[in-house]
């Protein structure tokens, strides 16, 4: 018997994300990481074309320093985070917010010229966001949102104070776009609890705001993306009872069009310096594609682009394109998109041949349910396939680059990650009703081979259990990390039926879910004799995030290697 295959980490890949974009879109900062360095990653687009400059890395295991291939501009006073929001700022320099733990957000400006980073300032926000700013008076602005109840605006400088509050709002504000040059009346998206999304407008300087946009009471109405010198809004409103795109000049002289070319997938990103188009991306299930809109001739153009997945941030250039872009067999790189139609990604460093990353497939499976497939047609037939479920409810699998599942692909295990479309068209993951029904058609397909293993993080680690509790012996293995756990809730009771192994993990530091309910669950499932199915528990020093999407390379080569039909090594149970 031949000895598994090694696991191929897939972090080895050159794989940028968090892409960042300058107010004036010449300036894209991003995240770089890979199986030993994490770098801060600047590229410049002047006219005399793109400048990579490496601002600042860090060799995991060792002290930071000069990494050999990288430019020679290099900023090495400390380690940058891979999660790192980052915000370039047009000068060189680059913003970062990074999640401290413990409900800490902590602002830092990167500066090539500097000997080390400068602490703009911290603070204390269950989540956040940066914004760039329309003037050079400030560095940026900061949404926060303190608790489910009220989100802050902070101004972000250089000097003191470093961060000030502005304004105070009663919900979860999300957005955010500039009505004027002067970043003194900001447009945000409020959601106050009982009542629909509603368009507000932030006074930064006198600190109030006021409701802006809302065309009913029970329709969410939000504010999209704005160019200051069009006046051009674009919008988005259930008013109708269909979830529609519109536009409208702030000119006082038009209501609010929602033209029929406009669908409701799709998402404006950016609009050109002279108003006169937007780029549009267009969401299909897994996929997502790029349009170009010109409002005033309500004239609709596909750009030509592989098929994958494009960001959240983009610049618009005349009619160049460049993006974030990804796909199952591309780590995520930026994209050039020209009039022509040629679509070019940004030079990858030279290093070590790579073998190439696995391809996957786009299955039909009927009653609205679309997967993205690891494996081809071999998922039938070879020993080991994987049912993933997504981390977080209502979420969908993207055609993109997930390392978890080119690991699981390099040592011959099939990964089934489906989508399910509700009747009302909105695309996200099975119920527990759909995941028991994949499992039998999966199980069908597949005569005299092990069962599917469910793995799944988060949302997903919770259905995971159940389903393995509710249909005992359809499973072979079942993996669940940092599942949902409630307190007094019925998981344990729920999963008690359940033949399979299981391996669950939960991070020490998860803020969603305390670890010391992980615990309990693993007594329970255990039961006091032990008895029952094999039972591998681990505990990792991480966030919840961080555990349930498996974001760790050491963590990720410990769950193939369970879905493979190994078993982790045992670790010490608390």
């Not at 999304?197 to 802006?212: F, Y």
């Not at 997945?309 to 983009?314: E, H, I, N, S, V």
Request: hydrophobic content about 40%; aromatic content about 4%.
């Amino acid at each position: 018997m031949s000895a598994p295959a090694p696991i191929r980490p897939a972090t080895s890949a050159v794989s940028r994300s968090n892409f960042g974009f300058s107010p004036d879109g010449r300036e894209i900062a991003c995240i770089r990481t890979s199986a030993e360095v994490s770098t801060l990653e600047l590229w410049s687009f002047a006219p005399r074309g793109p400048r990579p400059h490496s601002l600042r890395a860090r060799r995991f295991g060792q002290l930071p320093g000069k990494v050999r291939g990288e430019p020679e501009l290099i900023h090495t006073d400390s380690g940058v985070d891979p999660r790192a929001q980052v915000l370039p700022l047009g000068d060189g320099r680059v913003l970062l917010l990074v999640n401290r733990g413990g409900g800490l957000a902590e602002l830092e400006l990167v500066d090539p010229s500097a000997p080390r980073a400068h602490i703009v300032g911290q603070v204390r926000a269950a989540d956040g966001y940066l914004l760039p700013s329309p003037s050079a008076a400030q560095l940026g602005f900061l949404v926060a949102q303190e608790d489910p109840e009220r989100t802050a605006v902070w101004r972000l400088t250089d000097g003191p104070p470093g961060v000030e509050p502005l304004v105070r709002l009663p919900g979860a504000a999300t957005g955010g776009v500039w009505l004027d040059t002067d970043a003194d009346l900001l447009a945000l998206n409020l959601t106050r609890p009982g009542q629909a999304v509603e368009g507000v407008l932030a006074d930064l300087r006198r600190g109030s705001w006021q409701p802006l946009f809302s065309l009913s009471p029970s329709s969410d109405d939000r504010i999209l993306l704005h160019h200051q010198r069009s006046k051009l809004l674009l919008v988005r409103s259930t008013s109708s009872g269909a979830d529609r795109v519109g536009w409208v000049l702030l000119d006082g002289a038009g209501s609010v069009r929602f033209p029929d070319r406009l669908c409701p997938t799709h998402i404006p990103l950016t609009v050109d310096d002279g108003g006169q188009r937007v780029l549009l991306r267009r969401e299909s299930g897994a996929l997502s594609a790029l349009d170009l809109y010109a409002p005033r001739e309500d004239k609709l153009t596909a750009l030509t682009l592989p098929p994958g997945r494009t960001g959240d941030r983009a610049h618009l250039n005349g009619k160049t394109v460049r993006v974030p872009f990804s796909s199952p067999a591309r780590p995520p790189t930026l994209v050039t998109v020209s009039p022509s139609g040629s679509c070019s990604a940004l030079p990858e460093e030279t290093g070590p041949e790579l073998p190439p990353w696995a391809s996957a497939d786009l299955l039909r499976l009927g009653g609205g349910i679309e997967a993205v497939v690891y494996g081809g047609t071999k998922w039938r037939t070879c020993d080991h396939v994987v049912l993933a479920l997504h981390h977080t409810e209502g979420e969908l699998w993207r055609w993109e680059f997930h390392p978890l599942f080119q690991d699981l692909a390099s040592v011959g295990v099939a990964v089934i990650a489906p989508n399910r479309r509700s009747d009302g068209g909105r695309w996200g993951g099975p119920d527990l009703a759909g995941v028991i029904s994949l499992g039998h058609h999966l199980r069908s397909q597949r005569a005299g081979l092990p069962g599917p293993v469910l793995l799944g993080g988060g949302h997903g680690g919770r259905l995971a259990l159940q389903a393995a509790g509710s249909t005992p012996g359809l499973w072979s293995a079942c993996a669940a990390l940092a599942p949902l756990v409630v307190e007094g809730d019925e998981l344990a009771r729920a999963s008690a039926a359940n033949t399979a192994p299981v391996l669950l993990v939960h991070g020490t530091g998860d803020e969603l879910v305390p670890v010391d309910r992980a615990r309990s669950l693993r007594h329970q499932l255990a039961g006091p004799a032990l008895s029952g199915p094999a039972l591998r528990y681990l505990e990792v020093d991480a966030g919840h995030d961080a555990v349930a999407a498996v974001s760790d390379g050491a963590l990720r080569e410990k769950v193939v290697a369970f879905c493979r039909g190994g078993l982790t090594p045992s670790p010490e149970v608390r």
